[in-house]
């Protein structure tokens, strides 16, 4: 059974960091590319971070550029998301998620699997 | 970044009934478009891939279709567990961007 499950996750300062984990289990980690994809309460999904299934590459959207680093570990099945520089605008619950392989061969990423998210609150 | 524009916000009908959610693109996405159900509390499930292509283990009755740059979930005979919220996802060019949501209520 495909497990992603996350942690990490608290209240913190603006200006801070934090760093999630996702540890994966359930399938072959380092075949797959995977992503980390946010929810502000009461509202819609929005991607943050991609990582390619070696590590070798990454993809950000604009506002978290510079901000965030999305790495993994492939001998431990751990994909991680370092924030730095947090703003209130980044309180969100944060889902860890698989990308769908037979798609990404052709250059789409679809989540097939998603963690059950971490809250990541950003206040004084 | 592409807009993907999701209607209607929120909608209610009664079991057995047959429902349709839209999301417009902004530009041509070339079928590369995900929809996806939250139900309350949990994390979100992958439905429907590649515009039409149905997700393993999902219901038959979920499907999609397209007409252009103009994406169509349709859910038939509707059941209590399909209550819940909907999202389309594009995935032709990064930023990867998701609708706004669709919230379906079971009367």
């Known amino acids: 059974e495909v497990q992603l499950v996350e942690s990490g996750g608290g209240l913190v300062q603006p200006g801070r960091s934090m760093k999630l984990s996702c540890a994966a289990s359930?399938?072959?980690?380092?075949?797959?590319?995977m992503a980390w994809v946010c929810q502000a309460p009461k509202k819609g999904l929005e991607w943050v971070a991609t990582?390619?299934?070696?590590?070798?590459?990454?993809y950000y959207r604009d506002s978290v550029k510079g901000r965030f680093t999305i790495s993994r570990d492939n001998a431990k099945s751990t994909l991680y998301l370092q924030m730095d520089s947090l703003r209130s605008e980044d309180t969100a619950t944060y889902y860890c998620?698989?990308?769908?392989?037979?798609?990404?061969?052709?250059?789409?990423?679809?989540?097939?699997?998603w963690g059950q998210g971490v809250m990541v609150t950003v206040s004084s | 970044d592409i807009q993907m524009t999701q209607s209607p916000a929120s909608l209610s009908a009664s079991l057995g009934e047959t429902v349709s959610i839209e999301c417009l693109a902004s530009?041509?996405?070339?079928?590369?478009l995900a929809w996806y159900q939250q139900k309350p509390g949990k994390s979100p499930q992958l439905l429907i891939y590649?515009?039409?292509s149905l997700q393993d283990g999902v219901p038959s009755r979920f499907s999609g279709s397209e007409s252009g740059t103009q994406y169509s979930l349709e859910i038939n005979s509707l059941q209590p567990e399909d209550e819940g919220d909907y999202f389309c996802?594009?995935?032709?060019?990064?930023?990867?961007?998701f609708g706004s949501g669709t919230k379906l209520e079971i009367k």
């Open positions: 998620a698989r990308i769908l392989p037979q798609t990404r061969l052709y250059g789409s990423y679809y989540f097939d699997y």
């Open positions: 359930g399938f072959t980690f380092n075949n797959y590319d």
């Open positions: 990582i390619s299934y070696d590590g070798s590459s990454t």
């Open positions: 530009e041509d996405i070339y079928s590369n």
């Open positions: 590649y515009a039409s």
């Open positions: 996802q594009q995935s032709y060019k990064f930023p990867l961007t």
